[in-house]
């Protein structure tokens, strides 16, 4: 089966750092797009970062420049670095991997992890 493991969540004060962890298993991590996405209370589900099998790194412009995601497919985990946190970065946090192969897409989600960011 495959699993998507978060972790890393918590409750930090405006301007503090988290760093996020996924850890996937039952995939070929290499092959696979990896995300970060978050959903607030009342809203959609937002993608926060890539990191693309290609290398490419795109971020939500809300987070570019205090965030950065990273991969180490030795490890089959994503990361996501968190830094100068806001409150409206408040979140449950989704690690996605994706991979489109042949006719067949493969999207795996896991079970999230809460971010507060509140003084």
């Known amino acids: 089966q495959v699993q998507l493991v978060e972790s890393g969540g918590g409750l930090v004060q405006p301007g503090g750092s988290l760093r996020l962890s996924c850890t996937a298993n039952?995939?070929?991590?290499?092959?696979?797009?990896m995300g970060w996405y978050r959903q607030a209370p009342g809203k959609q589900r937002e993608l926060v970062a890539r990191?693309?099998?290609?290398?490419?790194?795109p971020y939500a412009d809300s987070v570019k420049g205090r965030f950065t995601i990273s991969r180490d497919n030795a490890k089959n985990t994503l990361y996501l670095q968190m830094d100068s946190l806001k409150p409206e970065d408040t979140a449950v946090y989704y690690c996605?991997?994706?991979?489109?192969?042949?006719?067949?897409?493969?999207?795996?989600w896991g079970q999230g992890t809460q971010v507060t960011v509140s003084s």
């Open positions: 996605n991997a994706y991979k489109h192969i042949g006719i067949r897409d493969y999207d795996y």
């Open positions: 039952g995939i070929i991590f290499s092959i696979y797009t």
């Open positions: 990191f693309t099998t290609t290398g490419s790194t």
